[in-house]
């Protein structure tokens, strides 16, 4: 059995430092914006808020926990799809065993989208059965919101999988998180309206990005509120769509070539 070696630990640090130095551009960014992006969020925009004696109707458990939900549903349906697919198709090589079946690499990523959609709508089952526990009533609109739970991971299932298809290296998923999911977590109306908080321009961008439109919807179900839900979903499913096509093809012809 070999001993612990302080000369030996010092290599092994001397080897990441080196690895450091050729990287740190991807780590150090990201971990400047994120904590701006909560800053902004939580402190001009949530504190601001109730400082300002803003009301949410029927306390804001009700309103925040819609929300929630459709985040627990993107958290499954991006993990599944971003470092998860990208170890199998870079690192454990188990997609060049698939394809040596009569499956096709098409096949691969197509159903590795489906299992994300499986995860994400487990995810988002689980917590809004958690949700009960914190006041939100027991409805047969729960039903439709679990309905939504597979088109929610579907948009984000396709999103991963897209941006996973155009990466060649594993620390460019920072980028992703701090600059796409994060954001995204933040600006989406889960915490506060933010349409009561910020300049129109701010709100319109909001309101294109993904996240914001499964919040809207999962709210708009579970609280009966069905002005835009309609639309919320088209967007969904119209994004889901046109990524999905996008990464199968994608990633056909980077394992090809």
């Known amino acids: 059995m070999k001993r612990l070696s302080l000369r030996g630990a010092t290599r092994v640090w001397e080897r990441n430092l080196w690895v450091y130095s050729k990287r740190w551009v991807y780590n150090i960014l990201p971990n400047f914006f994120e904590p701006v992006f909560y800053l ?4 001009v925009g949530l504190g601001a808020y109730v400082a300002a004696g803003g009301q949410f109707e029927g306390g804001y458990t009700a309103f925040v926990a ?9 958290n499954g349906g991006i993990f599944e799809t971003t470092y998860n697919v990208f170890v199998k198709l870079h690192f454990s090589k188990i997609y060049d065993a698939m394809v040596a079946t009569p499956l096709s690499f098409e096949d691969v990523a197509a159903g590795e989208i489906l299992w994300a959609v499986t995860r994400a709508t487990l995810y988002g089952t689980a917590f809004l059965a958690i949700t009960l526990f914190f006041g939100v009533p027991l409805t047969p609109r729960l039903l439709l919101a679990l309905a939504a739970l597979p088109l929610i991971g579907f948009c984000f299932a396709a999103i ?6 155009l990466i060649d290296s594993i620390d460019l998923y920072t980028y992703f998180w701090t600059l796409f999911v994060t954001p995204s977590f933040v600006f989406s109306g889960i915490f506060f309206p933010i349409e009561e908080r910020f300049p129109p321009a701010l709100i319109t961008v909001a309101e294109l990005t993904p996240l914001y439109n499964a919040v809207h919807m ?3 179900i579970v609280r009966g509120e069905w002005e835009g839900v309609g639309l919320n979903a088209l967007y969904l499913a119209a994004v889901g769509l046109a990524l999905s096509f996008f990464a199968v093809r994608r990633l056909g012809r980077r394992f090809l070539a």
């Not at 902004?40 to 402190?43: C, E, K, R, S, T």
């Open 40 to 43: 902004l969020g939580m402190g």
């Open 66 to 74: 819609p929300g929630l939900v459709a985040a627990s549903a993107m």
């Open 160 to 165: 991963g999988t897209a941006f996973t298809s």
């Open 218 to 220: 999962m709210r708009g």
